[in-house]
């Protein structure tokens, strides 16, 4: 049977309290990326999400983002290769002490988009999974959009695992439409599950101008916070499940 993952960006916390509905997503999700401190989360999110993600059989996924709580880390944040590693280091610890069990690492916000169009973010955050890997004495995948990051997780050993997204709106060069523009953020269940099916089935997304994009995608995210997120996640399960696509986690 053919499958693919479904994963949200949970336990995104600020200042105590919850910006998605993580008990709702849980139970439909295959993967979680949860947030460690760097947009959103503390160490006690962190905890109460890795337990919901035990009791749910969801892969654990870390997202760790710029350090910049104030704007979500949605803002390219101007900080040195260095620094930028040691910050996602003390992300992935912080998952890691709030006893996860990381099966994959996927940058957040600004340090997504960063890391798939600059090399010195890419490897920085790659050397960074790459320690994490070592001491657990397993590779851990990178999960994003591809680009620089893919070259710098296979220098450092690591697997690349391309996403697509099931609630944002693609430019016809591949990127996504930014946040506050017109096309940013899908927010029908029923456009998104066509989309799941499509991106599963086909490799195919269709860009805001019509354009047809080909990905190899293996997993697809529906951000937790999106207005609607329980509702068009739940469409796009049961529009792969219907299809024969199996949703399950690949890590």
Same mark, same amino acid.
């Given at each position: ?134 001491? *657990? ?47 940013? *953020? *899908? ?32 997993? *697809? ?31």
């Amino acid at each position: 049977m053919h499958a693919i993952d479904l994963n949200a960006d949970l336990g995104e916390t600020v200042r105590g309290e919850p910006t998605a509905d993580d008990a709702a997503m849980f139970a439909v999700v295959s993967s979680a990326s949860i947030a460690c401190g760097g947009h959103a989360g503390d160490d006690a999110s962190m905890r109460v999400a890795v337990a919901a993600a035990a009791a749910g059989s969801v892969a654990v996924g870390a997202h760790p983002s710029f350090r910049d709580t104030a704007n979500f880390g949605r803002v390219r944040i101007t900080v040195g290769a260095a620094q930028l590693r040691a910050d996602v280091t003390a992300q992935l610890d912080a998952l890691a002490a709030a006893g996860a069990d990381i099966r994959y690492v996927k940058p957040h916000g600004a340090l997504y988009h960063a890391v798939s169009a600059e090399r010195g973010a890419a490897e920085a955050v790659a050397a960074s999974v790459a320690e994490l890997s070592a001491r *657990l004495g397993r590779a851990v995948p990178v999960l994003g959009l591809d680009g620089e990051i893919a070259a710098a997780a296979a220098a450092a050993g690591l697997s690349f695992v391309p996403e697509a997204f099931l609630d944002r709106g693609y430019r016809a060069d591949g990127t996504l439409v930014p946040r506050g523009e017109p096309g940013a *953020l *899908l927010q029908g269940a029923a456009e998104v599950a066509e989309r799941a099916v499509r991106l599963a089935i086909q490799g195919e997304v269709v860009a805001v101008d019509g354009t047809v994009l080909v990905t190899d995608a293996a997993s *697809l995210c529906v951000h937790g916070d999106s207005p609607g997120a329980v509702a068009m996640a739940l469409a796009a399960r049961r529009a792969l499940t219907a299809e024969g696509v199996a949703v399950r986690a690949p890590w």
